[in-house]
């Protein structure tokens, strides 16, 4: 049984760190541009879906908007990182609301009575924008990680405050209590039960942190202990609180890194990068093409090898062409052919 059992054991542990290697949903966000229209559309897969991505295209008038997504004309604009995929979603969501604002609240007034050809493709060119809207929107989040850093900062110490200021009073009240057990009158037990009640009380609620109202604001799911629901109006009001923040872990992969430079200022912990074809196949692709390109130099040598047997062949038959040896087919041929052009030269 032991031995049936391990196999079993094994196969359950690898499924296990399969499943932790997967990302979570919404940690990559792929950002892909049109060649020719510089159009952008945000994907949480790695392959555009048909339906969802025309979703994202305006129509800005005729022609404007494909029946369906040509995914030859799409290519890989940027691939962002995040440590969680509560941060990825809402990056994404302001990702795609800013766009949408882009391309329904403008205000160029050379369009006002241009062609609507002309305005649709001004309002198509989205690449500048989305960059730019990348950088702010990694700003804000950067700017909230720090506020929530320093809030738990100060909140823990408060608590550290408070911890030690509870400390106090409890030996303090363990002089006083000493002193009113010594104290027989009614008014002495009285107070004698009065502190011992409020020890008991400090002493219960020594080393808690801060009542969970008061950072409601700031809900965590990894300090958060308590069961969440997984379906229902408990797993909605789980979700409302905003997603914890950190910049740790943020990277954006270009696929061409001079693109960053559309936007003005990025946050200084955000790691840039370009794209990786394949991750770790690129290696195997290039083991593959080193033997293929080892293959015709050896292909090469025999058949320098081959020639230099037959042209010691043909200068054999040049230097004996009179030989006793059988010549029949093909070399009859040509012997008949180089005696005629010899013959035809002497002439």
Known sequence: MAAEA?????????????????????QHIFVYGHFRTNQVIYSLNRTMRNNRALKQLPYLGKKSKPPTL???????????TF???????????????????????????????????????????????????????????????????????????????????????????????????????????TK????????????????????????AGLWSPINDKRPKAKRGVGRLRGLRGAPRMTMEGVRIEW????DAEFAANWPQSVIHDTITRGGPRTRNI?????????APT???????KLGAKRAERTETVIQSPNSSEERSGLNKLLDRLRNGRQDAMSV
């Open 70 to 80: 040509r995914r030859d004309h799409w290519r890989p604009l940027a691939t962002l």
């Open 286 to 294: 290039h083991s593959t093409s080193h033997d293929v390109l080892q």
């Open 6 to 26: 391990a196999p079993a054991a094994k196969k359950l542990a690898s499924s296990l760190v399969q499943a932790s290697q997967i990302p979570e949903h919404g």
């Open 83 to 189: 440590p969680s995929g509560r941060q990825g979603l809402n990056a994404y969501k302001e990702l795609r609301e800013f766009r949408m604002r882009h391309e329904h609240e403008w205000d160029f007034p050379d369009l006002v009575r241009a062609p609507k050809a002309k305005v649709a493709r001004r309002l198509q060119d989205q690449k500048a924008n989305s960059i730019a809207d990348m950088a702010y929107v990694l700003l804000r989040q950067d700017r909230v990680a720090r506020y929530q850093s320093q809030h738990d900062e100060t909140e823990q110490l408060k608590n550290e405050a408070a911890e030690e200021k509870a400390k106090a009073r409890v030996a303090e009240l363990r002089k006083l209590k000493e002193e009113a057990q010594k104290d027989t009158t009614p008014e002495g037990i």
């Open 255 to 258: 696929a061409n890194i001079l």
């Open 192 to 215: 004698f039960k009065a502190l011992k009640a409020e020890k008991q009380h400090l002493v219960r609620n020594l080393g808690k942190p801060v009542e969970h109202r008061s950072v």
């Open 298 to 304: 050896e292909l090469e040598g025999r058949i320098g």
